[in-house]
């Protein structure tokens, strides 16, 4: 199993003025401790499980840009893009960008969007739920066509190119990776069996029954369900003195019998480095062999 990081709150002692050497060293200390990924959140303004809107929220690809100076080995990625937020073909453009600088790092996380209250208060598009999902699958098609051959216009449902010119192209081969992020079981997980390499879905009780629909959606599309990475959102809370190590190791074998090949998620207070520093001695090499 892989484990991956999330850094979803940025109201850290200190204030913005410290912001930037902090998260550096964040970063820094994921990377050597062995984490696969180091994700961020693709949010405006803070969600209500972390903290009030108020609170600090750095828009998530700068950050992945700043991440990729500060890393050299953990793949780079939002957990995950909001649809509503960015013009595919510029978000096409910007993960491209982010893999030549980080050497071939980017992953494109994705999904559909749910936080209506940013993209109001921002004044940025959100369309009704079906719309969303039909920008999501145009935004998946742009991006394939434009981390091809050829610069041929697209025709989406919703989205129009002209000339689909990307250059320079992506140094990973055949494209970034694609991760889908969501549970519905009628048009995310059919997304991620026809254009995804992994999905991100949430521990529970109905785990198996979404994998075994993403299995269903594999057979229909033609696709070997054995090539998408599953991963689920699981938070990494070594406690004090790696007091929950024990029980972190039990969850996460659990999760991987049931066939999840990689946990990612935040990190109780991960500014402080410690926490980090413990999972990267006691849990990242002991669940290397689940």
Same mark, same amino acid.
């Given at each position: 199993?892989?484990?991956?990081?999330?850094?979803? !709150?940025?109201?850290?002692?200190?204030?913005?003025?410290?912001?930037?050497?902090?998260?550096?060293?964040?970063?820094?200390?994921? !990377?050597?401790?062995?984490?696969?990924?180091?994700?961020?959140?693709?949010?405006?303004?803070?969600?209500?499980?972390?903290?009030?809107? *108020?609170?600090?929220?750095?828009?998530?690809?700068?950050?992945?840009?700043?991440?990729?100076?500060?890393?050299?080995?953990?793949?780079?990625?939002?957990?995950?893009?909001?649809?509503?937020?960015?013009?595919?073909?510029?978000?096409?453009?910007?993960?491209?960008?982010?893999?030549?600088?980080?050497g071939g790092r980017a992953v494109l996380g994705i999904g559909a969007g749910w936080n209506a209250e940013e993209n109001h208060g921002l004044g940025l598009p959100f369309p009704p739920v079906a719309e969303r999902f039909e920008r999501l699958e145009d935004t998946l098609r742009l991006c394939l066509r434009?981390?091809?051959?050829?610069?041929?216009?697209? *025709?989406?449902?919703?989205?129009?190119?002209?000339?689909?010119?990307?250059?320079?192209?992506?140094?990973?081969?055949?494209?970034?990776?694609?991760?889908?992020?969501?549970?519905?079981?009628?048009?995310?997980?059919?997304?991620?069996?026809?254009?995804?390499?992994?999905?991100?879905?949430?521990?529970?009780?109905?785990?198996?029954?979404?994998?075994?629909?993403?299995?269903?959606?594999?057979?229909?599309?033609?696709?070997?369900?054995?090539?998408?990475?599953?991963?689920?959102?699981?938070?990494? !809370?070594?406690?004090?003195?790696?007091?929950?190590?024990?029980?972190?190791? !039990?969850?996460?074998?659990?999760?991987?019998?049931?066939?999840?090949?990689?946990?990612?998620?935040?990190?109780?207070?991960?500014?402080?480095?410690?926490?980090?520093?413990?999972?990267?001695?006691?849990?990242?090499?002991?669940?290397?062999?689940?």
């Amino acid at each position: 199993m892989r484990l991956g990081v999330q850094i979803r !709150d940025f109201t850290w002692s200190g204030g913005p003025a410290r912001l930037g050497p902090r998260l550096g060293r964040v970063a820094a200390e994921a !990377d050597a401790a062995g984490f696969a990924y180091i994700s961020v959140a693709d949010h405006l303004f803070q969600v209500s499980s972390v903290g009030p809107p *108020e609170g600090e929220m750095l828009e998530a690809y700068t950050t992945l840009g700043f991440l990729a100076a500060h890393t050299s080995r953990a793949k780079l990625m939002t957990l995950v893009t909001a649809v509503t937020h960015r013009h595919p073909g510029l978000l096409a453009k910007i993960v491209s960008t982010l893999d030549v600088l980080s050497g071939g790092r980017a992953v494109l996380g994705i999904g559909a969007g749910w936080n209506a209250e940013e993209n109001h208060g921002l004044g940025l598009p959100f369309p009704p739920v079906a719309e969303r999902f039909e920008r999501l699958e145009d935004t998946l098609r742009l991006c394939l066509r434009m981390w091809g051959e050829g610069e041929e216009p697209f *025709e989406g449902t919703h989205v129009h190119a002209a000339r689909t010119l990307n250059s320079p192209q992506p140094l990973s081969r055949p494209h970034p990776p694609i991760m889908v992020g969501g549970m519905g079981e009628r048009k995310t997980l059919r997304l991620v069996a026809k254009y995804a390499q992994a999905c991100n879905l949430f521990p529970g009780p109905d785990l198996p029954r979404k994998l075994a629909v993403l299995r269903e959606h594999c057979e229909r599309e033609g696709r070997d369900y054995d090539t998408i990475e599953k991963s689920a959102y699981y938070v990494l !809370d070594p406690g004090p003195d790696g007091r929950n190590v024990p029980r972190i190791l !039990d969850e996460l074998g659990a999760l991987a019998e049931l066939g999840i090949e990689t946990a990612i998620g935040g990190v109780p207070g991960i500014e402080n480095l410690e926490p980090l520093a413990l999972l990267g001695e006691q849990v990242v090499p002991a669940v290397k062999g689940i």
